[in-house]
C-alpha cells in the first residue's frame, strides 16, 4: 500500500462526505470528484473502486 494511494483515498472520502447531502448541482459535483479520488486511491492500492451511488451510505 502506497502513503500516496492512502491520502488519496482519505482526502477523497472526506470530501464525499462533506458534500453528499448538498442538493445543489455544486454539492453534488464535488461529492463526485470526492468519489473519483477515493477511487483513485483505491486502485493505487490494488483495492477495488466503490461502485455505489455517492450518498447512498452504502461502504
Do not use: C, F
Not at 24 to 45: C, F, H, I, T
Amino acid at each position: 500500500m502506497s502513503i500516496e494511494g492512502k491520502a488519496k483515498e482519505a482526502a477523497g472520502y472526506v470530501k464525499e462526505e462533506m458534500n453528499e447531502h448538498g442538493k445543489s448541482p455544486e454539492a453534488q459535483k464535488k461529492a463526485q470528484e470526492g468519489r473519483d479520488l477515493r477511487n483513485e486511491g483505491r486502485v493505487e492500492d490494488g483495492k477495488a473502486p466503490k461502485t455505489t451511488s455517492v450518498g447512498s451510505g452504502a461502504e
